[in-house]
Each structure stands twice: as C-alpha cells, then as structure tokens.
C-alpha cells in the first residue's frame, strides 16, 4: 500500500500492554527431561518398538522434534520417530528440540511497517462508519500479543480521498474501501486490509498493516525462543525371553 507515504490524518489509537500468553520458563528445572529408557525382553525371534520418553514442564515449552538413534554391530538407525530393535545390546542417543517461551522487546523503529492479525475484544462507540474498539493483535514483527484501543473510520477511496492522500492512484481507480486510524499521541497509523469490511463486534477478526511514524515504538511480550536441543545417551539390553 502507498498510502503509508502520505501523512494520514485521523482519529485516535491508544496503546497498553498485554502478556503473551504466560510466563518464560523456569531456570530453576530443565524445561525437557528425557528418560532412561528401561531394558526389554523378547520372544525368540521377535522385536521390540522403541519411542522416546521425553517429558515437559509446564505450558511454557514446545517440543517441535524428538527422535532416537540406535547402533550396534551391523544396525545403524538413525534420527527415527521410533525404532524397532531385536535382541542384542544398543547405543541409544534420544535427541530432542524444543522452545521455550521468554520475555521478550521490541523496538519499532520511525516509519516501520508491520503486519498483523486483529481481533475485536470490545466495541466502545459504534457510529456506523467511525467506531472506538478495543483490539487485541498479534504480529510476527512484535511479541506476544498486544492490547490496543482505536478509534478507527471507514474510508471509500473516491476522487476526494485520493486528492486528500489518503490513497494511491491504483486504489483509487480500483475504488478500494478500507478501515483507518491513528494514534493521538503520534505512535502510528493503523488500517484494514482493503476490501476488509469491520461490523465492528466483538469477537470478529481482520488483517492490518501499521507505521509508527516520528518515535520508536516499544513493545513487551512474549515470544517463542529460537530451538534448543537436548540429548540423552545409554545402553540399552534387549534380551530374549526364556
């Protein structure tokens, strides 16, 4: 969109914070335990299914991988879901990658644009085309999500909004319909997607694009770190049944 180029000149957003969703992981205990995986017994002749035992703590974890290699003389298993091992003595390596959720800030520099899912938490006036909502959006340009209030209006790109800058040329031409507003404070603009009508009511959802415009832009949350491994290697004895 082209119309971040042009100073946008409406009505009020207002910024608080919310938490994304917990609390980082304790440092006190490992978030992933991996288990020693007990020695088995077979019937002669048969084979037995081997998985990882891994466990989590907490909500603040997400294991993304968890696998097992096992070798021996003549069996050379590697980074399997599971694997299926006969009698005899093994090397067993269970690997696991995880994430953790953590603190974590971001700092929007002037004029940066981001991204981000919405949705309607609370419609505070409704006057058809201008409304005051409280919203709750998340972004992959800033963590967790955040809470926000916008007063926001419904702006159809005719020829007196195109002369107003308020859209581009294409825009207008395509006759683009589009939600819009900005904070009192000069933080940033904030607008729908074109063609993305708001009702507005709660609970409804819609994309948004944003600039901050003359200061930084702080925001705190929550975000998923980037993946850690841990391993675990033993013997294991598969022995046959008498």
């Known amino acids: 969109m082209k119309r971040f180029a042009t100073a946008l000149a409406v009505v009020v957003l207002s910024v ?3 938490a994304g969703g917990g609390h980082s992981a304790t440092a006190a ?5 991996i288990d020693t995986i007990a020695n088995k017994t077979v019937a002669r002749g048969k084979a037995v299914i081997v998985k990882p035992s891994v466990k989590t703590r907490g909500s603040d974890v997400k294991v993304t991988s968890k696998t097992l290699t096992a070798t021996a003389k003549g069996v050379n298993l590697k980074n399997k879901s599971s694997v299926t091992l006969k009698a ?3 090397k067993l390596t269970q690997t696991v990658k995880y994430q953790v959720r953590e603190a974590k800030t971001v700092t929007l520099g002037q004029y940066d644009v981001f991204f981000a899912d919405c949705r309607i938490v ?4 409704d006057e058809v085309v201008e409304a005051r909502m409280s919203i709750a959006c998340s972004s992959d340009d800033f963590p967790g999500t955040q809470a926000f209030t916008v007063d926001m209006e419904w702006v159809y790109c005719d020829a007196n909004a195109y002369l107003d800058h308020l859209c581009s040329w294409d825009e207008f031409v395509d006759g683009a319909t589009f939600w819009m507003g900005q904070s009192t404070n000069g933080a940033f603009t904030i ?3 074109s063609d993305d009508w708001i009702t ?9 694009i944003g600039q901050v415009l003359a200061k930084p832009l702080k925001l705190t949350g929550t975000a998923w770190s980037k993946t850690k491994t841990t391993s675990k290697t033993q013997t294991l004895k598969i022995t046959t049944r008498k």
């Open 191 to 193: 607008e729908s997607f």
């Open 16 to 18: 608080s914070m919310v």
């Open 200 to 208: 507005p009511k709660p609970g409804e959802k819609f994309r948004a």
């Open 122 to 125: 609370k419609v505070i006036t």
């Open 29 to 33: 205990k490992p978030p992933v335990t």
């Open 88 to 90: 005899g003595t093994y």
